[in-house]
């Protein structure tokens, strides 16, 4: 099911940036600003999820030159358990983000870049390019937007994390504010392609997220041919940082193996999977491939699956099979922003 909202043409110029945005504030930066005219406003008060948010708010904002919100939902497609929203930004450029909905809550799948630089051969994200960085507010209006009923939080959308890692950075630790939206981090899951200059310093923060690698391939000309972007990064080491970050901090690290049939699903592979990860702090995710316009990849065989499935299990690493979420809204990465954007400019909305 799909529902367009205003309609939103597509431009050659972006707009001059709005004003400094609100939710990029810590709490301590906004102890800063003070509360001129006793307004009485409190850090949690901006993070509110209504539509219509309090006068005293707009006022003390307005007040102060801030901007409360820089997302307008320009399209938003429904499925069974998802929907998916296209947002514009205050430069006419655009994200998408997906609302996920589960028995004990809802997840958000959110995005930490427009575009993405590492083009994966079965992801759309990738397919127009970076355009620019997320800013640690415009990361956590996504999650504000979906409303009170998040209580996961996935950087799976468009864009590398690592990649924006101080903005993405930035936006965990505004989410855990205790007097803001007080969100548990252990709900915060990290999905990246594994760049090691960034797992390196991941390794460091002390911060209780999970940690999800896109690994894909168990040898790196066939990693490099599926991640273009990867290229430069060995798959030996990118494993062993992610191991190391398991370590430190006492968690299973998640590596995700897409299962793409004639490319990485062979006996060597498995063979391979196998010596990688059998007595390390990992487990496996095997998933098949979400479909994505203009790019000719088969999706595996519940057979294939299995083998690899039990494989895995008999060297003792915990593993699943995963299920793709929202194939009946176009929720492959970047999908939905490619086709009504073409990764271009988009005019804000009015």
């Not at 009485?40 to 003390?60: C, E, G, K």
């Not at 168990?218 to 062993?240: F, M, S, W, Y």
């Not at 060597?268 to 990849?297: C, H, K, Q, S, Y």
Request: glycine share 8%.
């Amino acid at each position: 099911m799909s529902a367009s909202l205003p309609a939103t043409p597509a431009v050659a110029s972006a707009r001059l940036p709005s004003a400094p945005h609100a939710l990029d504030l810590t709490a301590q930066a906004f102890d800063a600003l003070g509360s001129d005219g006793g307004a009485a406003i409190t850090y949690r008060d901006l993070f509110s999820p209504h539509a219509d948010l309090p006068r005293r708010l707009r006022a003390w904002a307005q007040d102060h030159g801030l901007s409360l919100r820089r997302l307008e939902a320009i399209t938003r497609e429904r499925g069974g358990r998802s929907e998916k929203l296209l947002f514009a930004l205050p430069d006419g450029m655009a994200i998408e983000t997906v609302l996920i909905r589960r028995r004990d809550g809802h997840t958000a799948c959110v995005s930490s870049q427009v575009g993405c630089a590492f083009a994966c051969r079965f992801c759309a994200s990738g397919q127009a390019g970076l355009k620019r960085n997320l800013s640690a507010g415009e990361i956590v209006e996504q999650v504000v937007r979906l409303g009170p009923r998040v209580n996961r939080i996935v950087f799976m959308g468009i864009g590398e994390p690592l990649n924006n890692y101080d903005n993405v950075l930035a936006a965990i630790r505004i989410l855990r504010e205790r007097r803001g939206l007080a969100f548990p981090t252990t709900g915060i899951t990290l999905s990246t392609i594994g760049i090691p200059k960034g797992l390196k310093a991941l390794r460091e923060e002390h911060l209780a997220i999970n940690l999800t690698i896109s690994l894909h391939a168990t040898t790196q000309n066939q990693r490099a041919a599926l991640i273009p972007g990867a290229r430069k990064h060995d798959i030996g080491e990118v494993v062993a940082r992610a191991l190391s970050w398991a370590h430190r901090h006492n968690r299973l690290v998640t590596f995700v193996y897409l299962v793409l049939p004639g490319i990485n699903d062979s006996p060597a592979d498995l063979d391979r999977l196998e010596a990688m990860f059998a007595g390390t702090p990992a487990r496996i995710n095997l998933m098949r491939w979400n479909p994505v316009d203009g790019v000719r990849l088969g999706r595996t065989p519940d057979s294939t699956l299995s083998a690899f499935r039990e494989g895995l299990a008999r060297a003792g690493i915990p593993v699943a099979v995963r299920d793709t979420q929202g194939r009946d809204i176009t929720a492959a990465c970047g999908q939905l922003w490619l086709r009504d954007s073409a990764g271009r400019a988009l005019a804000a909305p009015a």
